[in-house]
């Protein structure tokens, strides 16, 4: 009767540890998949602040570029008259 209750306990406990092994391997694929995650989030935010930047230096090309276009336009307009707000070549 005793050798059948420490096999009984012994099924017990083996179940026990296989169901926690099995658990243990879930737990650490999932802790593998959230790492992967994570780093794949960083690079995106890298990768995002790169673009970023890259929008921020066009904006100011373009601005810088608008300005010079309408000092052109001003100085041009500065020898020209305004007629119906279209600036018109003198002769």
């Known amino acids: 009767m005793a050798q059948e209750k420490l096999e ?16 243990l391997s879930e ?3 999932q802790m593998d998949r959230r ?4 780093q794949d989030l960083k690079g995106l935010e890298e990768t995002v602040a790169k673009e ?3 929008l921020h230096n ?3 090309l373009f ?4 300005q ?7 100085s041009r307009c500065s020898r020209v008259e305004y007629n119906n707000a279209k ?5």
């Open 35 to 38: 790492e992967q995650a994570r």
């Open 8 to 23: 009984s306990d012994y099924e017990r406990l083996k179940a026990d540890e296989a169901e926690k092994s099995a658990r």
């Open 68 to 74: 010079t276009r309408v000092k052109k336009v001003d």
């Open 63 to 66: 601005v810088q570029d608008l």
């Open 87 to 91: 600036c018109m070549v003198r002769n």
């Open 58 to 60: 066009l904006r100011k």
């Open 52 to 54: 970023l930047q890259t």
């Open 27 to 29: 737990l650490s694929l």
